[in-house]
């Protein structure tokens, strides 16, 4: 039986056309793999936490085993300009990731989450590459492992774990790709909450 995904964006990034390879390649029928896939567009802050409310009544229905967001922290940086809406910014983004690792243990599914880079002005002189996970400290205490991915020399792409309970911060993963792929060309954090 496959599993179905849900994939909730701010953009339009569906691409059906990248799954298609991914199915061929782990030997999965790919008009199946698309069948179980539900994709939903949030416009505001406000319609992504409400996605994410009727996202929960259908998965009591269903057996869903991975929610894609893609990009969490996206909608409240339109939604929430400036340092006099931080704080407000900070709270709705507590409740929305609230609400996500609630989905999580109630329906013991994965959440995959997307997330932006910004540069850390504080990063110093010495630093090379000062940027920083966007979304502060809420949302780095709700993910569990969040790894870097940016792009190497040539096609190579490299993962840097940036914060995992059971791993040292560290470049850890160095891949690379000759045809089109599944894989990212370009820096972005990405949050990974998981439940068993």
Do not use: W
């Given at each position: 039986?496959?599993?179905?995904?849900i994939s909730l964006?701010?953009?339009?990034?569906?691409?059906?056309?990248r799954?298609?390879?991914?199915a061929?390649?782990f030997?999965?029928?790919a008009?199946?793999?698309?069948?179980?896939?539900?994709?939903?567009r949030?416009?505001?802050?406000?319609?992504?936490?409400n996605?994410?409310?009727?996202?929960?009544?259908?998965?009591?229905?269903?057996?869903?085993?991975?929610?894609?967001?893609?990009?969490?922290?996206?909608?409240?940086?339109?939604?929430f300009?400036?340092?006099?809406?931080?704080?407000?910014?900070?709270?709705?983004?507590?409740?929305?990731l609230?609400?996500?690792?609630?989905i999580?243990?109630?329906?013991?599914v994965?959440?995959?989450?997307?997330?932006?880079?910004?540069?850390?002005p504080?990063?110093?002189v010495?630093?090379?590459?000062?940027?920083?996970p966007?979304?502060?400290?809420?949302?780095?205490?709700a993910?569990t492992?969040?790894?870097?991915?940016?792009?190497?020399?040539?096609?190579q792409?490299?993962?840097?774990?940036?914060?995992?309970?059971?791993?040292?911060?560290?470049?850890?993963?160095?891949?690379?790709?000759?045809?089109?792929?599944?894989?990212?060309?370009?820096?972005?954090i990405?949050?990974?909450?998981?439940?068993?």
């Amino acid at each position: 039986m496959l599993y179905a995904i849900i994939s909730l964006t701010p953009c339009a990034t569906s691409r059906p056309d990248r799954i298609v390879p991914i199915a061929e390649r782990f030997g999965m029928d790919a008009g199946a793999v698309l069948d179980n896939i539900i994709y939903a567009r949030a416009y505001t802050y406000e319609h992504q936490y409400n996605l994410l409310l009727g996202l929960a009544a259908k998965m009591s229905e269903e057996p869903f085993r991975l929610l894609i967001v893609d990009s969490v922290i996206a909608l409240f940086r339109v939604d929430f300009t400036g340092r006099g809406e931080l704080a407000e910014r900070q709270q709705k983004l507590a409740q929305m990731l609230s609400r996500l690792i609630k989905i999580a243990e109630e329906f013991n599914v994965a959440i995959y989450m997307t997330n932006q880079v910004i540069a850390d002005p504080g990063g110093g002189v010495f630093v090379t590459d000062p940027k920083k996970p966007a979304g502060g400290h809420v949302l780095a205490h709700a993910a569990t492992i969040r790894l870097m991915f940016r792009k190497g020399k040539g096609e190579q792409r490299i993962c840097k774990v940036f914060d995992a309970p059971n791993l040292p911060e560290a470049e850890a993963i160095s891949f690379s790709y000759s045809s089109p792929s599944p894989l990212v060309s370009f820096e972005l954090i990405t949050s990974i909450k998981h439940s068993f």
